[in-house]
């Protein structure tokens, strides 16, 4: 059975700082590249960070690039987005995202809302 499971969200103040778990299961977790995506309420879901499945190459949206860091440890299973910085615009619910060819796995989202 695959799983995706976020932790980590809160409540935190601008300019603080939030670290996102990712702890995955049931899947070859290390051949599939690894999303942090969030929905903040009445917008649509969007692509926040990607790391291809050995780490070696990463992206993110241009509005945390500077701010956060995706990573993942494959001998956990496990990806995380260390979030710096932190703005009111990025309260929103992020969500774990794995996809390899047609498969597409999502966990059940983290809440993270910030302060100003």
């Known amino acids: 059975q695959v799983q995706l499971v976020e932790s980590g969200g809160g409540l935190v103040q601008a300019g603080g700082s939030l670290k996102l778990s990712c702890a995955a299961s049931?899947?070859?977790?290390?051949?599939?590249?690894m999303r942090w995506y969030r929905q903040a309420p009445g917008k649509e879901r969007e692509l926040v960070a990607g790391i291809s499945s050995d780490g070696s190459v990463t992206s993110y949206v241009d509005s945390v690039k500077g701010r956060f860091t995706i990573s993942r440890d494959n001998a956990k299973n496990t990806v995380y987005l260390q979030m710096n910085s932190l703005k009111p615009e990025d309260t929103a619910v992020y969500y774990c995202?794995?996809?390899?060819?047609?498969?597409?796995?999502w966990g059940q989202g983290t809440q993270v809302t910030v302060s100003s």
């Open positions: 049931g899947f070859t977790f290390n051949s599939y590249g």
């Open positions: 995202n794995a996809r390899k060819l047609a498969n597409d796995f």
